[in-house]
């Protein structure tokens, strides 16, 4: 009995036979997007009674044991787990270790703890740290403001096309954009709707700060939670301040702006558009069969495993002049064009890396090898047979037109977003008045969340969901990708 309740402070790396009692703050899955949303992991942040915030995680083959016990809030008591060194990457606590359940671990709710426990903890940090923290994938903060705007696009019927951009204004003045994709943005959308009115204070959890054409978006990751107003102490803090002072509560006007619709669009539709309309960025969703893969400019290229940049053939190496690297590591990547028709029109449609694995469920780095370097790297393979695969089979894209769409040489429609099949969805409803700013919410650098799985990095210290925002820099940005394409040359960029 002398072990009971050390702190989690007192853990030291290997099995823990001694016992903590902790509070679970929250948990949630991390699922690979790449394999279908496969479950790898449920993932928890715990706090005990010195404040002290470690971050836990099951395994998914053994997550249901535990499973119909996690209840966020509760008190528990915990032995015989394994203690390991968390990763630095995508850190939600300042812990140095983590908590790994194993087939010995026992968790236990209790109902009276020996001290109290804090019932909250949040990483709040100031505007300046989320910049420095941009794009480094070190750390998932989170944020607290003032609703200032809510944007929904909305892709109708479409699972996973959902997208919120919530606008926040921080204490300190600034604001600051969180953007929710697919499941994320649907949980918005249910809270908000069981909600009886529109929140004026917001907490995002674990949120991936991103640097993207200038403007910072704060990604939500799987390991968000979201916060309305009085749901904890923290922003009831902010919130009395916004209500006190003799008003009721009613900021007056909707933060909403009106949901922008996403069109289906026929081939022939699409085709004559860049034709009659003018010059402008817009999105349309289009369901059509791929009937073949072009192949003169190759199925992929050789990009950068950091940025995945074209790299720079050298004599014997490979440059990145994105990373400023000289002897860049390369990775192949998917640059595929395909023809697709429907009834009506046959086009061609662009798809880049991660959305074309989505369709082969291959990475083409596992779908081919690089041989040699510099001028002299080839790839081994023509065309891929699971990428063959994908002829013949509908889908519906989404298609992301920019200015050069509308000359006459670009006759390629920048794939956005592959769904493989129309299914239905619950509508995300936006009562609120019109003539708010949507353009941003087309903003081409927001890329949605995805799970680390994309990495194809092994895990470790099971840090698994925390990394889940960090993949979307994977995929190049569509407007950049292409633009990075055309200045460089085409024939440079395949490898075929
Ligand atoms: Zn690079």
């Not at 479409?158 to 949980?187: H, K």
């Not at 916004?242 to 699409?270: C, F, N, R, W």
């Not at 037109?401 to 239905?424: C, G, M, V, Y």
Request: aromatic share 8%; with cysteine.
């Amino acid at each position: 009995m002398a072990l009971l309740n050390v702190l989690l402070s007192d853990m030291r790396p290997g099995r823990c036979s001694a016992t903590v009692e902790i509070r679970l703050l929250r948990f949630w899955e991390a699922r690979n997007v790449r394999k279908g949303g496969e479950l790898m992991s449920v993932d928890m942040l715990f706090i005990d009674a010195d404040s002290t915030v470690t971050q836990g995680t099951v395994a998914a083959t053994r997550q249901l044991r535990f499973r119909d016990r996690l209840t966020e809030g509760s008190v528990y008591t915990l032995s015989g787990f394994d203690v390991v060194r968390s990763s630095s990457n995508f850190r939600l606590c300042d812990a140095p270790l983590m908590i790994r359940f194993n087939d010995g671990t026992s968790f236990d709710k209790k109902f009276n703890p020996e001290r109290p426990i804090p019932t909250e903890h949040f990483r709040f940090m100031p505007y300046s740290r989320l910049l420095e923290l941009a794009n480094t994938g070190t750390q998932l903060p989170d944020i607290i403001g003032e609703v200032n705007a809510i944007r929904s696009t909305i892709t109708d019927r479409i699972p996973g096309a959902q997208r919120v951009m919530l606008t926040l204004r921080l204490e300190s003045g600034e604001n600051v954009c969180v953007s929710m994709f697919d499941s994320m943005a649907l949980r918005f959308h249910t809270k908000f709707d069981s909600y009886e009115k529109e929140p004026r204070v917001v907490i995002a959890t674990s949120i991936n700060p991103k640097i993207v054409g200038g403007r910072m978006f704060l990604n939500a990751t799987s390991g968000t939670h979201l916060y309305f107003d009085c749901d904890t102490a923290a922003s009831k803090e902010v919130f009395d301040t916004l209500t006190g002072e003799g008003t009721d509560g009613d900021s007056g006007s909707s933060k909403v702006v009106h949901a922008q619709k996403i069109e289906p669009v026929t081939v022939s539709e699409l085709n004559k558009f860049i034709i009659s309309a003018e010059p402008q960025t817009i999105e349309f969703l289009c369901t059509a069969k791929v009937t073949g893969i072009q192949t003169e400019e190759g199925w992929c290229y050789i990009g950068c495993a950091t940025c995945s940049k074209k790299l720079i053939r050298e004599t014997a190496s490979f440059t990145c002049a994105h990373c400023n690297e000289a002897n860049a590591v390369a990775a192949l990547r998917y640059r595929v064009t395909l023809t697709v028709s429907d009834e009506s029109d046959t086009a061609s449609f662009l798809g880049f890396d991660m959305e074309i694995a989505k369709l082969t469920c291959l990475q083409a780095s596992e779908a081919a090898q690089i041989v040699g370097v510099g001028h002299d790297a080839q790839v081994d393979t023509d065309i891929p047979l699971s990428l063959a695969g994908v002829v013949g089979k509908t889908y519906t894209f989404q298609l992301k037109l920019n200015d050069f769409n509308f000359s006459s040489k670009h006759q390629t429609f920048t794939i956005s977003r592959i769904f493989p099949e129309r299914a239905l969805a619950p509508t995300p409803t936006f009562a609120g008045h019109d003539g708010g700013q949507t353009a941003e919410m087309t903003n081409p650098g927001v890329v949605p969340q995805a799970t680390d799985g994309e990495l194809g990095n092994p895990h470790i210290g099971g840090n698994k969901a925390s990394t889940s925002a960090n993949t979307s820099d994977k995929r190049p940005q569509q407007g950049e990708a292409d633009s990075d394409v055309d200045e460089n040359g085409r024939k440079k960029a395949h490898v075929g």
